[in-house]
């Protein structure tokens, strides 16, 4: 344990090295996100205006986020230093054995083996993930945009102006904003039923008695899965423009005269993404129920043999609830995952059809393509960043209520 | 067979053989594609006027801008790496929330939970300049540790697999004087064959299909770009007309290893899906 | 003995904070900056060593010479490389007091401000852009004033290229080429000289031979020229404010002919690739840039024809299509290690000289004044018609903000929406004129 002292001592100078090398200097700027842009000067022997190094607002805050997770990893370490000491003081009062370092270490893989196991994942998930957010959500809460863009411009601390703009504001953007967030949820609920029904109906055609070759026709369905979706999603977007090979296929059946407007018609545009997520989504389906059907319990089809029901009685009242309970989570989650579902919209329609009462968004677009696009495109990361709290709050609500309701959660001592 | 149940057979395969080929013609049409004579994303005529392997040849000798073997090897590269990190971080964080009891368990569960949800590429700025403070920007490394980063929020799947292993066989184990540690390496693990090779198909096939974090760690670097994004690049504006057909010979080379793969090892991506779900 | 000991430990512990806190003020900015040199050059030397290896002979070149090692990097669109690569190596030939290592990245001119905007001290010490960028990147601060032989780079260029890479009076690049417009292409062999000149005599005629006309209305820019030429304006004022007018009488006028055009069975809309895959079969005719002119040449062979845009029916008169010209600067980097080296660079690049060779290898329409009278241009089809048209054309001073509603107006009409036109105008206004 003295030596464990010594590890935490260590790390804590380490630490205060980085608060006070590094992360003072942009924390100072903190509460104003740098005071000096980037500056000229006239240099009359080589005749250029100089630069002059100025603050980067984006670099203050990211990195004050990191100064300040070291100083709350600074604090827990201290914590943790002040109750070993405690003990270490307590254990020699008391006489008794105070555990070595080799003790302690065995103890970390076994009955405090959690930690031992999770310290690698938790690192990587509070550097890549959480402190990333953590930036992020701060942005929504400045006025960094395209007119406020590094070096030549510092952005602020706005407060919740955004957030107003969205949801309170009178304007276009407000417009756009609810209206996504509708088709979102349209989009969600449709492309997540229908493959949920469909992939069953054909799992289920697939594993009826009559039909032969079960494996080669799983097959089938799934080759086109293993086309990366950018791939096949690209091509099919292709292929529906007007130009493209489905309508120059239909003008040569004779079917259509003119191309048809596949996604230049807002509403066309929408019924096929939602097509189209089904050619990509129900060959997964399809597995999936494939697996459920061959688990389904024989014993409960042979007491409804003896009881006389019919084909249909048995799906209504066997399959159907049976499958329907035991798909419920992963439902759930795939509801979520559509919700967020990016590359088939930005991939198939890049949101388009514009729309000219939306604010640079398009009659497909979902939440997160806008949001994309607001950055990637516009540089408009405050307002995206406050659309994406907002995504994020209704997708966290969703999946934890839901996830913490559901059989596999409540039960999961079952068969322990 | 009975009259009715022939008839009902047959519609069966009629309705399946038309899915199937619904399903099959983007394939084709990749594929033809791959082989099309004329350049450019458009042609007047469905069925190409000439054929050619030249697609695919000039993958691997017209590499100077577009390097696709290049390309080929970091992706595999990234995906191996990355594969082994995440499948060993994900059964680990699985197994701690699936068997081991302490305080925050329930809580740090939820937060996993919700951290996934947040959508990705919001903090790749931030891992942009992160990664460049650190001195890993345009680096394969840095990739490496985005796609494994976020292991510890895939737990679900592998952690109801291993809800379903008795705890009887911990518990035998532990009789016999095994740690926690040796139970999770000597017990856990070889039970869980479908699950830690599902885990491992999907963080393999990640770098495969992923081109915005590539795009925003690599930047202008040609050189260090993985397939996707390549492909991408391929058929962006200015080389689309140029380079389609070779963009569809590279996607069907992409293709063919994740058509093994799966037909391969589908019976573990049906147990992997279905583990967390089967026993409701 | 073990309070001894704890006591040592705090002892410790208490010098590691101190030395950890204490040194840190004075020199903390200094190493820090030294650190990050540090592991840039280290960047650089990997690539360096990796360069050779590779055989990649695009992604850099060195040139020993007698002084300092100057390394800059510059950014060029994909077709570029080559040509890019050799004026750099020719620039190093001539300034043999220095060592140069130039990198090539291949970003492309429409890319160049995102890109930029993403790390600009990891973009490019020279690199390319189209002169609608230049607003955006000079209020990020992003580009040198030309300030080094500034007269001798104004007269050397043509006036209309100098507008469009100055801003509020300052010259912030060095003009590179000046063909970033549009015309017509068309296929000789289903048009004449005579179909093509009004757009209904290019419909009629292809309409007779079952082909199509293509144009992309969805684009904001190729939407334009109906507007711009029935004498609409589109501008910034001098704050980088956009002005737009597209919803007066005029611009109803000419939005009524756009709605005709795409209601046309001949018309047919679609980027680039449409027209360059469809030209010579089903297309007949189309309205791009000189980047396609090899690929359309390719196709059609003798029947190659380009000329500048049609007149169009506007209120039962025939109105000669407006257009945008731009032209595509080099700027330098604000960020960069070597700004003078660099300018020279940028102006080597785009010197006479270059600009000729340029001509020679890629059919790009020069910006300088000499070049363009050369009689290689002036025999060039797609440059004339190019040039033809430019005296129809009006400076591309547009914010970002107006291509989203632009490409949705289009697109509402490509769909052979019914909905009011002035309405729609309306909107479009407002949103491209929007803060």
Same mark, same amino acid.
């Given at each position: 344990?003295?030596?464990?002292?010594?590890?935490?001592?260590?790390?804590?100078?380490?630490?205060?090295?980085?608060?006070?090398?590094?992360?003072?200097?942009?924390?100072?700027?903190?509460?104003?996100?740098?005071?000096?842009?980037?500056?000229?000067?006239?240099?009359?022997?080589?005749?250029?205006?100089?630069?002059?190094?100025?603050?980067?607002? #984006?670099?203050?805050?990211?990195?004050?986020?990191?100064?300040?997770?070291?100083?709350?990893?600074?604090?827990?370490?201290?914590?943790?230093?002040?109750?070993?000491?405690?003990?270490?003081?307590?254990?020699?009062?008391?006489?008794?054995?105070?555990?070595?370092?080799?003790?302690?270490?065995?103890?970390?893989?076994?009955?405090?083996?959690?930690?031992?196991?999770?310290?690698?994942? #938790?690192?990587?998930?509070?550097?890549?993930?959480?402190?990333?957010?953590?930036?992020?959500?701060?942005?929504?809460?400045?006025?960094?945009?395209?007119?406020?863009?590094?070096?030549?411009?510092?952005?602020?601390?706005?407060?919740?102006?955004?957030?107003?703009?969205?949801?309170?504001?009178?304007?276009?953007?407000?417009?756009?904003?609810?209206?996504?967030?509708?088709?979102?949820?349209?989009?969600?609920?449709?492309?997540?039923?229908?493959?949920?029904?469909?992939?069953?109906?054909?799992?289920?055609?697939?594993?009826?008695?009559?039909?032969?070759?079960?494996?080669?026709?799983?097959?089938?369905?799934?080759?086109?899965?293993?086309?990366?979706?950018?791939?096949?999603?690209?091509?099919?977007?292709?292929?529906?423009?007007?130009?493209?090979?489905?309508?120059?296929?239909? #003008?040569?059946?004779?079917?259509?005269?003119?191309?048809?407007?596949?996604?230049?018609?807002?509403?066309?545009?929408?019924?096929?993404?939602?097509?189209?997520?089904?050619?990509?989504?129900?060959?997964?389906? #399809?597995?999936?129920?494939?697996?459920?059907?061959?688990?389904?319990?024989?014993?409960?089809?042979?007491?409804?043999?003896?009881?006389?029901?019919?084909?249909?009685?048995?799906?209504?009242?066997?399959?159907?609830?049976?499958?329907?309970?035991?798909?419920?989570?992963?439902?759930?989650?795939?509801?979520?995952?559509?919700?967020?579902?990016?590359?088939?919209?930005?991939?198939?329609?890049?949101?388009?059809?514009?729309?000219?009462?939306?604010?640079?968004?398009?009659?497909?677009?979902?939440?997160?393509?806008?949001?994309?696009?607001?950055?990637?495109?516009?540089?408009?990361?405050?307002?995206?960043?406050?659309?994406?709290?907002?995504?994020?709050?209704?997708?966290?609500?969703?999946?934890?209520?839901?996830?913490?309701?559901?059989?596999?959660?409540?039960?999961?001592?079952?068969?322990? | 067979?009975?009259?009715?149940?022939?008839?009902?057979?047959?519609?069966?395969?009629?309705?399946?053989?038309?899915?199937?080929?619904?399903?099959?013609?983007?394939?084709?049409?990749?594929?033809?594609?791959?082989?099309?004579?004329?350049?450019?994303?458009?042609?007047?005529?469905?069925?190409?006027?000439?054929?050619?392997?030249?697609?695919?040849?000039?993958?691997?000798?017209?590499?100077?801008?577009?390097?696709?073997?290049?390309?080929?090897?970091?992706?595999?590269?990234?995906?191996?790496?990355?594969?082994?990190?995440?499948?060993?971080?994900?059964?680990?964080?699985?197994?701690?929330?699936?068997?081991?009891?302490?305080?925050?368990?329930?809580?740090?569960?939820?937060?996993?939970?919700?951290?996934?949800?947040?959508?990705?590429?919001?903090?790749?700025?931030?891992?942009?300049?992160?990664?460049?403070?650190?001195?890993?920007? =345009?680096?394969?490394?840095?990739?490496?540790?985005?796609?494994?980063?976020?292991?510890?929020?895939?737990?679900?799947?592998?952690?109801?697999?291993?809800?379903?292993?008795?705890?009887?066989?911990?518990?035998?184990?532990?009789?016999?004087?095994?740690?926690?540690?040796?139970?999770?390496?000597?017990?856990?693990?070889?039970?869980?064959?479908?699950?830690?090779?599902?885990?491992?198909?999907?963080?393999?096939?990640?770098?495969?299909?992923?081109?915005?974090?590539?795009?925003?760690?690599?930047?202008?670097?040609?050189?260090?770009?993985?397939?996707?994004?390549?492909?991408?690049?391929?058929?962006?504006?200015?080389?689309?007309?140029?380079?389609?057909?070779?963009?569809?010979?590279?996607?069907?080379?992409?293709?063919?290893?994740?058509?093994?793969?799966?037909?391969?090892? =589908?019976?573990?991506?049906?147990?992997?899906?279905?583990?967390?779900?089967?026993?409701? | 003995?073990?309070?001894?000991?704890?006591?040592?430990?705090?002892?410790?512990?208490?010098?590691?904070?101190?030395?950890?806190?204490?040194?840190?003020?004075?020199?903390?900015?200094?190493?820090?900056?030294?650190?990050?040199?540090?592991?840039?050059?280290?960047?650089?030397?990997?690539?360096?060593?990796?360069?050779?290896?590779?055989?990649?002979?695009?992604?850099?070149?060195?040139?020993?010479?007698?002084?300092?090692?100057?390394?800059?990097?510059?950014?060029?669109?994909?077709?570029?490389?080559?040509?890019?690569?050799?004026?750099?190596?020719?620039?190093?030939?001539?300034?043999?007091?220095?060592?140069?290592?130039?990198?090539?990245?291949?970003?492309?001119?429409?890319?160049?401000?995102?890109?930029?905007?993403?790390?600009?001290?990891?973009?490019?010490?020279?690199?390319?852009?189209?002169?609608?960028?230049?607003?955006?990147?000079?209020?990020?601060?992003?580009?040198?004033?030309?300030?080094?032989?500034?007269?001798?780079?104004?007269?050397?260029?043509?006036?209309?290229?100098?507008?469009?890479?100055?801003?509020?009076?300052?010259?912030?690049?060095?003009?590179?080429?000046?063909?970033?417009?549009?015309?017509?292409?068309?296929?000789?062999?289903?048009?004449?000289?005579?179909?093509?000149?009004?757009?209904?005599?290019?419909?009629?005629?292809?309409?007779?031979?079952?082909?199509?006309?293509?144009?992309?209305?969805?684009?904001?820019?190729?939407?334009?020229?109906?507007?711009?030429?029935?004498?609409?304006?589109?501008?910034?004022?001098?704050?980088?404010?956009?002005?737009?007018?597209?919803?007066?009488?005029?611009?109803?006028?000419?939005?009524?002919?756009?709605?005709?055009?795409?209601?046309?069975?001949?018309?047919?809309?679609?980027?680039?690739?449409?027209?360059?895959?469809?030209?010579?079969?089903?297309?007949?005719?189309?309205?791009?840039?000189?980047?396609?002119?090899?690929?359309?040449?390719?196709?059609?062979?003798?029947?190659?024809?380009?000329?500048?845009?049609?007149?169009?029916?506007?209120?039962?008169?025939?109105?000669?299509?407006?257009?945008?010209?731009?032209?595509?600067?080099?700027?330098?980097?604000?960020?960069?290690?070597?700004?003078?080296?660099?300018?020279?660079?940028?102006?080597?690049?785009?010197?006479?000289?270059?600009?000729?060779?340029?001509?020679?290898?890629?059919?790009?329409?020069?910006?300088?004044?000499?070049?363009?009278?050369?009689?290689?241009?002036?025999?060039?089809?797609?440059?004339?018609?190019?040039?033809?048209?430019?005296?129809?054309?009006?400076?591309?001073?547009?914010?970002?903000?107006?291509?989203?509603?632009?490409?949705?107006?289009?697109?509402?009409?490509?769909?052979?929406?019914?909905?009011?036109?002035?309405?729609?105008?309306?909107?479009?206004?407002?949103?491209?004129?929007?803060?």
């Amino acid at each position: 344990m003295i030596f464990l002292t010594f590890i935490y001592i260590i790390v804590e100078a380490l630490l205060a090295t980085f608060f006070f090398k590094f992360g003072f200097k942009y924390l100072s700027h903190f509460h104003t996100l740098g005071e000096n842009a980037q500056g000229k000067q006239w240099n009359e022997a080589l005749q250029i205006y100089e630069r002059t190094t100025g603050d980067n607002s #984006m670099l203050i805050l990211l990195f004050s986020v990191f100064a300040i997770a070291a100083c709350i990893l600074f604090i827990w370490i201290l914590v943790l230093l002040i109750r070993n000491i405690k003990q270490i003081l307590k254990l020699e009062k008391e006489g008794k054995h105070i555990p070595t370092f080799k003790e302690i270490l065995l103890e970390l893989l076994d009955s405090k083996f959690h930690i031992t196991l999770l310290a690698a994942p #938790m690192t990587t998930l509070v550097l890549f993930t959480v402190l990333p957010i953590v930036f992020m959500i701060l942005i929504a809460f400045t006025n960094f945009d395209a007119n406020h863009q590094p070096p030549g411009e510092l952005f602020t601390w706005t407060g919740l102006t955004n957030v107003i703009d969205i949801f309170l504001g009178n304007s276009t953007k407000t417009h756009t904003f609810f209206g996504i967030l509708g088709w979102t949820f349209v989009w969600a609920i449709l492309a997540t039923f229908t493959n949920y029904i469909f992939g069953m109906l054909l799992a289920m055609m697939i594993n009826h008695k009559l039909v032969k070759c079960k494996k080669l026709w799983r097959t089938l369905f799934m080759i086109s899965v293993a086309i990366p979706q950018f791939v096949s999603l690209l091509l099919i977007s292709r292929a529906l423009e007007p130009a493209g090979a489905i309508n120059l296929a239909l #003008m040569k059946i004779g079917l259509i005269n003119a191309p048809l407007p596949f996604l230049t018609n807002p509403t066309l545009a929408r019924v096929c993404v939602v097509v189209i997520n089904m050619w990509i989504g129900i060959p997964y389906t #399809m597995m999936t129920f494939t697996g459920v059907l061959l688990n389904i319990p024989e014993d409960l089809y042979e007491s409804a043999q003896i009881d006389g029901a019919t084909a249909f009685q048995r799906f209504t009242n066997i399959t159907l609830p049976y499958m329907i309970f035991v798909t419920a989570p992963a439902t759930i989650t795939t509801f979520v995952t559509n919700i967020n579902n990016f590359n088939v919209i930005y991939l198939l329609t890049g949101g388009g059809p514009f729309g000219l009462d939306y604010y640079q968004a398009g009659k497909t677009d979902l939440l997160v393509t806008w949001l994309y696009k607001l950055t990637v495109d516009k540089h408009d990361y405050a307002l995206a960043s406050t659309i994406g709290i907002f995504i994020f709050m209704i997708a966290s609500t969703l999946s934890i209520a839901v996830y913490n309701r559901t059989g596999s959660v409540k039960k999961e001592d079952m068969f322990q | 067979m009975s009259n009715r149940n022939k008839k009902i057979s047959i519609l069966m395969h009629t309705v399946l053989a038309i899915l199937s080929v619904l399903w099959l013609i983007p394939v084709f049409w990749l594929v033809l594609s791959s082989f099309r004579k004329e350049k450019g994303a458009y042609t007047s005529t469905l069925w190409p006027k000439a054929f050619t392997f030249d697609n695919y040849v000039k993958l691997f000798t017209d590499t100077r801008l577009f390097n696709f073997p290049k390309w080929f090897c970091n992706t595999l590269f990234v995906a191996v790496c990355s594969c082994i990190i995440t499948t060993i971080l994900t059964l680990m964080v699985a197994y701690v929330y699936s068997r081991l009891r302490f305080k925050s368990r329930k809580a740090l569960m939820n937060i996993s939970l919700v951290l996934g949800m947040f959508p990705g590429f919001m903090s790749m700025i931030a891992i942009y300049h992160f990664m460049k403070s650190i001195g890993l920007d =345009q680096t394969l490394l840095a990739l490496i540790l985005v796609y494994s980063g976020g292991a510890a929020l895939n737990y679900y799947i592998a952690k109801g697999f291993f809800d379903t292993i008795p705890i009887s066989l911990d518990e035998a184990a532990r009789l016999d004087g095994a740690s926690r540690h040796v139970i999770f390496w000597k017990i856990i693990l070889p039970n869980s064959k479908p699950i830690v090779v599902n885990t491992a198909i999907n963080a393999f096939i990640a770098p495969w299909v992923d081109f915005i974090f590539v795009s925003v760690i690599m930047k202008d670097n040609y050189d260090k770009y993985t397939v996707a994004k390549g492909l991408f690049t391929m058929v962006d504006k200015a080389n689309i007309f140029e380079y389609y057909t070779s963009f569809c010979a590279a996607a069907v080379l992409v293709s063919i290893p994740i058509v093994l793969l799966f037909i391969k090892l =589908q019976k573990y991506y049906v147990s992997g899906v279905t583990a967390g779900a089967s026993k409701g | 003995m073990k309070k001894k000991l704890l006591s040592i430990v705090m002892a410790t512990a208490m010098v590691a904070c101190m030395t950890g806190c204490g040194n840190n003020t004075e020199s903390a900015s200094a190493e820090k900056t030294e650190a990050v040199e540090v592991s840039e050059e280290d960047g650089q030397a990997e690539t360096e060593e990796e360069a050779p290896d590779e055989g990649n002979p695009a992604e850099q070149s060195v040139i020993e010479g007698d002084g300092e090692m100057i390394s800059l990097k510059i950014w060029g669109s994909q077709t570029d490389q080559d040509l890019l690569k050799e004026l750099c190596e020719e620039f190093a030939k001539e300034h043999p007091e220095n060592s140069w290592q130039f990198d090539y990245g291949v970003v492309g001119e429409a890319d160049a401000q995102a890109r930029y905007i993403e790390d600009p001290a990891a973009a490019a010490d020279v690199f390319s852009y189209p002169d609608d960028q230049l607003t955006t990147l000079v209020q990020a601060d992003a580009l040198y004033e030309v300030t080094r032989n500034v007269d001798e780079v104004k007269s050397a260029n043509a006036p209309g290229t100098i507008d469009a890479a100055s801003y509020n009076g300052v010259l912030y690049g060095y003009p590179m080429t000046a063909d970033n417009g549009y015309y017509l292409y068309y296929d000789k062999s289903v048009l004449s000289e005579e179909d093509v000149q009004t757009l209904d005599g290019i419909l009629a005629a292809a309409n007779a031979a079952g082909k199509q006309v293509h144009m992309d209305i969805s684009n904001g820019w190729y939407l334009a020229s109906f507007f711009i030429g029935n004498g609409c304006n589109i501008s910034l004022d001098e704050n980088g404010k956009q002005i737009c007018d597209f919803n007066n009488e005029k611009g109803l006028a000419a939005a009524e002919a756009v709605r005709a055009f795409c209601n046309d069975p001949a018309f047919v809309t679609g980027d680039d690739s449409v027209l360059e895959g469809g030209i010579g079969d089903n297309i007949c005719c189309g309205v791009s840039g000189p980047w396609v002119s090899a690929s359309i040449k390719e196709k059609l062979g003798d029947n190659f024809g380009a000329a500048k845009l049609p007149t169009f029916t506007c209120n039962g008169e025939q109105v000669q299509m407006g257009s945008f010209l731009g032209c595509k600067v080099l700027g330098v980097n604000t960020q960069t290690q070597h700004p003078v080296e660099a300018m020279e660079l940028a102006e080597y690049l785009t010197n006479e000289k270059s600009q000729a060779r340029r001509f020679e290898v890629l059919g790009y329409g020069p910006s300088n004044i000499n070049v363009s009278k050369s009689d290689a241009v002036s025999a060039d089809i797609a440059l004339k018609a190019l040039a033809d048209q430019s005296q129809f054309a009006v400076s591309q001073h547009v914010n970002g903000a107006y291509w989203t509603p632009a490409e949705a107006f289009g697109a509402e009409l490509e769909g052979h929406s019914t909905n009011d036109l002035q309405a729609m105008l309306d909107q479009l206004v407002e949103q491209a004129t929007a803060e």
